[in-house]
């Protein structure tokens, strides 16, 4: 089996950032790793390190109404009726999308899949479900998905395509509880492992975080990881950079790093 890890969260908690350190990880651990940025404002490429001009330049899929068309037959905002294809070829969309970021590592944006936004099931979100849905891999590869902030992404018959999730939080008492409530949709629908990772704390505070959150994640059989504010995060995105800038021996990098080590020990080691 491959491994399709979705990471999820309360807005600007980190799931970017998150997103795309552990799509490194994996590839250079020699997985072959497939980033999916899910955002209605994607911006998982230039946390890769896509240069901003080339990042910008990129269409979502789901806004390629040319693309769409062609392989629903019906054109998205148009009078398209329920006449467009529910099962649109999609077997070639990483080869004809998929952005190289590094060997092992491709990026594609999918954009927002979002149904309530977008009207109900209109061609864009067929094309974009069937590509999440049928994303065809072999026992050495990783889909990770960045999704939109929030629930949504429980909503929209995504959440159950995949067997890992990591919910990012911040180590508030308001991101934790909705990263609870979070974690507990994700339950629902049957993701079978789930991590949280409280992202951000300032490190003289770790200690009391961590009792609290420890105690939580144990109620509920969900892993904990901690990762500290690291200000060389902060002032990469202020270049407008991504993460393969971040220094190696960071705290946040090595943290996100012994954290997925561990979270993932179980794959790496098959
Ligand atoms: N451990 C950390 N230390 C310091 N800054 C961090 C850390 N993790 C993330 N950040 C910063 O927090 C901001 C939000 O991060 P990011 O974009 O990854 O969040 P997000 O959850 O994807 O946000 P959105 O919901 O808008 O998509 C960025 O400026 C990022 O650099
Ligand atoms: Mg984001």
Redesign the pocket.
């Known amino acids: 089996m491959p491994l399709k890890v979705l990471v999820a969260?309360k807005?600007?908690?980190?799931?970017?950032?998150t997103s795309a350190l552990l799509s490194f990880f994996l590839s250079l651990r020699g997985l072959k790793v497939l980033a999916l940025d899910t955002?209605s404002v994607p911006n998982l490429a230039q946390a890769l390190g896509v240069p901003r001009d080339k990042a910008l330049k990129i269409i979502p899929l789901t806004k390629n109404n040319e693309f769409i068309a062609k392989r629903t037959g019906a054109k998205p905002g148009e009078a398209w009726g329920i006449f467009f294809r529910l099962n649109p070829q999609v077997d070639d969309i990483i080869e004809k999308f998929g952005l190289r970021v590094r060997d092992n590592l491709r990026l594609v944006v999918v954009g927002s899949i979002d149904a309530a936004k977008e009207g109900c099931l209109c061609p864009a979100i067929a094309l974009a479900r069937a590509f999440l849905k049928h994303v065809m891999m072999d026992e050495r590869e990783a889909v990770v998905v960045d999704s939109e902030?929030g629930a949504e992404v429980f909503g929209r018959g995504l959440a159950e395509n995949f067997d890992h999730m990591i919910c990012?939080s911040e180590p508030t008492v308001k991101s934790l509880d909705i990263s609870f409530r979070l974690i507990e949709m994700g339950k629902n629908l049957g993701i079978e492992r789930i991590d949280l990772l409280v992202?951000?704390v300032p490190p003289d505070k770790l200690g009391m975080i961590r009792r609290k959150v420890l105690d939580e994640c144990g109620k509920r059989d969900v892993g904990a990881f901690f990762?500290?504010?690291?200000d060389s995060?902060?002032l990469s995105?202020m270049e407008g950079r991504g993460v393969d800038i971040y220094p190696e021996n960071s705290p946040?990098v090595i943290a996100m790093n012994e954290a997925f080590s561990e979270i993932f020990s179980y794959f790496l080691r098959r």
Do not use: L, S
């Open positions: 969260g807005g600007g908690t980190g799931k970017t950032t955002d902030a990012v992202n951000k990762i500290p504010y690291d995060f902060f995105e946040g």
